[in-house]
């Protein structure tokens, strides 16, 4: 009978949950944290909380069939080789955009990066996707702010104030002139995001973003989800036609890039593009090339949306036998109904149900708090925590100071909710950073190889 060890990884918050209402009306776990804005304990959070609860509990299920069947397999092979086969899970929980479908790339890095060197050419279809996105929403933006007469010359930087320069007419003029040569361009989007989303498009507004239901299904251990991508006909054309307009385009999106119009907005913070955006359009010229095939970077910086639970196997082999990780990549949500609530109160809002659920009783709670390069660069732009966290106070507005805080409270939480006594592992991250990553998947590959050696017997 093989042997299992459990961890649940990434909590950062998903949705709002029925935590938030307990905690609201007993000021229970984060209470202390006072955020400036207050969560609203919605109909919309309590979809959220119960459609969590329904994930787990399907995946619960789906476990349990999965390991009869791989305990016959285990059996099988260990018969013939006498290897042993162990199978760890890791759940990926946390909100939409935290980050948990690159730590499950990351580890496919550490563990099996040849499978990701088989995905690249698949992912070259979501960059062209991301980079288009990107330079249609530079446009709207523009757009935006021109039809407010927004866009001034000269700049208030440059020494103007605010509203007395007179509107930038050549400015309009040139961006007018870039639009439309990035029109066959920007049609392409259509087709890319219809592709990856198995024929339905979401592209179009301000806020639009890629739903891949390929992706909604459970893939079958061991499958790439990417895999079908690179096969499918219509994903192949539309990659070529997008790489070809890309070719002619290239030097337009760069001159929109460059234009003093996005400096301006991006100096303002009025352009905000996500990681994939920024990173995109930065190195487009690269991108453009007829041979482009995705960069270890590339695919880390990569945004698409997750739907449903992924689920991806990997082999590592032990000394003791050969090792599998199952990890499932379960979707973060969006409340958009809720724009006000806090990230870092729907993160605690997650953590503290996560381990009040006694699905999970048995899972060790391992918590990363990601994206702490945006923290960095928040702090170093002068932008202060209390101004979000009134409970903040007059603590000194650096990283480290920040980080103490978070872990203390976030550990407060959690120590406060979970009834089964497990340990949390707590864990900052930057995940587009290669190796401070990995050295942090080691140190809990480490961790999660005592415990399972321990519920083994075997110390
Ligand atoms: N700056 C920065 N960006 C990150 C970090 N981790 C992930 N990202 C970027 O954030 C975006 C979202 O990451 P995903 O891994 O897709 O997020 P997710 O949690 O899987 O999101 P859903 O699938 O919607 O639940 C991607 O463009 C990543 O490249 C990080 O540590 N720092
Ligand atoms: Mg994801």
């Not at 496919?108 to 690249?120: I, K, N, P, V």
């Not at 760069?254 to 009025?270: D, F, M, N, T, Y």
């Amino acid at each position: 009978m093989s042997q299992r060890s459990r961890i649940s990884c990434r909590l950062p918050g998903r949705a709002r949950t029925a935590a938030r209402k307990q905690s609201s009306s007993t000021g229970s776990s984060c209470s202390s944290l006072s955020l400036r804005a207050d969560p609203v304990a919605t109909e919309a959070a309590q979809r959220a909380s119960d459609s969590i609860d329904e994930d787990i509990k399907k995946e619960a299920a789906r476990r349990q069939a999965a390991r009869r069947r791989e305990v016959k397999g285990v059996h099988g092979w260990s018969f013939r080789s006498s290897v042993s086969e162990d199978i760890g899970q890791v759940i990926l929980l946390g909100q939409a955009e935290s980050g948990k479908s690159t730590l499950q790339k990351q580890l496919q890095l550490y563990y099996a990066s040849h499978t990701l060197d088989a995905e690249r050419p698949s992912w070259r279809i979501v960059v062209y996707a991301n980079l288009i996105k990107a330079v249609r929403t530079v446009l709207e933006e523009l757009e935006y702010e021109f039809s407010l007469a927004r866009i001034e010359y000269p700049w208030p930087e440059h020494g103007a104030s605010p509203g007395s320069g007179p509107t930038d007419v050549g400015a309009q003029n040139e961006i007018n002139e870039l639009r439309r040569a990035l029109l066959p361009l920007i049609s392409l989007e259509g087709s890319l995001s219809s592709e990856l989303s198995d024929g339905i498009a979401f592209v179009g507004t301000r806020h639009a973003s890629l739903f891949p239901p390929r992706q909604a299904l459970f893939t079958r251990p061991g499958t790439r989800p990417l895999a079908d991508l690179h096969r499918s006909h219509g994903a192949v054309v539309a990659t070529n036609r997008a790489a070809q307009v890309l070719g002619t385009t290239v030097h337009v999106i760069e001159a929109l890039w460059r234009h003093r119009s996005v400096g301006h907005l991006l100096h303002l913070r009025k352009l905000r593009l996500d990681e994939s955006g920024t990173s995109f359009l930065n190195q487009v010229q690269r991108i453009s090339k007829p041979d482009y095939v995705p960069s270890t970077d590339d695919v880390l910086h990569v945004r698409l949306q997750t739907v449903g639970v992924i689920e991806h196997s990997i082999k590592v082999n032990i000394a003791s036998g050969v090792y599998i990780w199952k990890i499932y990549d379960v979707s973060g949500i969006y409340l958009e109904e809720d724009p006000l609530t806090n990230r870092v109160s729907d993160s605690l809002q997650l953590l503290t149900s996560v381990c009040a659920n006694p699905l999970l009783k048995n899972a060790q709670m391992i918590l990363l708090l990601n994206k702490t390069d945006i923290l960095r660069r928040k702090l170093e732009a002068g932008i202060q925590i209390r101004d979000y966290i009134t409970s903040y106070g007059a603590r000194a507005n650096n990283f480290s100071t920040a980080a103490e805080y978070f872990r203390t409270h976030f550990l407060a939480a959690y120590k406060k909710k979970d009834v089964f006594g497990r340990t949390l592992y707590i864990h900052f991250t930057s995940m587009l950073d290669v190796y401070a990553t990995q050295v942090i998947l080691a140190s809990m590959e480490d961790l999660i190889m005592r415990r399972h050696i321990a519920q083994a017997g075997l110390v």
